[in-house]
Structures are given as C-alpha cells and as structure tokens.
C-alpha cells in the first residue's frame, strides 16, 4: 500500500521561506514521477513543480526562481524548497506520485500572511 505522508507547512510572513517534506512508503519515489500541487480557495488546482521519470524539472511560472523540488532517495523523500514567499502562495500543498496510478499525500496548509 502505497503512502505519502507530508510535513513542514505552517505561517509564515511574506518573503519567508518554508520547506515542505512528503515521505513515501510501499513504493520507492526513484524512477517515478514526483510532484507538488497546490489548490487555493476559489481557484483551480495548480501544479507547482515536478520531476520527470527522466529527471527533468519543470515549475509553475508563478514559483520559478522561489521554489525548488527535490528528491532524497535514500530517504524515499521529495521535497518542495519554498523561498520568498508571497501572499498567494497561500494554498494546501499536496505532493503526489505516478507509478501505476496516482498517489497522493493528505496536503499540508501553507499561509502566508503580508
């Protein structure tokens, strides 16, 4: 049974910096496809950052240059870097993994106050 576990969300004041962390168990996150989304209230879900099963990188455009994604094997950990935050970054975060189907953490609420 394939489980994502997240932590690391809370408040923050605009320009701080959060890093969220999602453990995976009965799977290993190597050579899968590994993300974050995020769904603020009223909005449609967003993909903020993933890595291809090739390992390239792709970011929303709103977060590039402020978040970075990232992956500790040997942990089966990914992780999302969030720097200069911004009020609209406001949102549940939600990592997820593709193997065979979709799985996905139970999201963890990032506010950022101004």
């Not at 890595?51 to 992956?71: E, L, Q, W």
């Not at 996905?104 to 609420?109: A, C, E």
């Amino acid at each position: 049974q394939v489980q994502l576990v997240e932590s690391g969300g809370g408040l923050v004041h605009s320009g701080g910096s959060l890093r969220l962390s999602c453990a995976a168990s009965g799977t290993i996150i190597s050579g899968k496809i590994i993300g974050w989304y995020r769904r603020s209230p009223g909005k449609q879900r967003e993909l903020v950052a993933r890595i291809s099963i090739g390992g390239s990188v792709n970011y929303a455009d709103s977060v590039k240059g402020r978040f970075t994604i990232s992956r500790d094997n040997a942990k089966n950990t990914m992780y999302l870097q969030m720097n200069s935050l911004k009020p609209e970054d406001t949102a549940v975060y939600y990592c997820y993994l593709w193997a065979t189907g979709t799985y996905w953490g139970q999201g963890t609420q990032v506010t950022v106050s101004s």
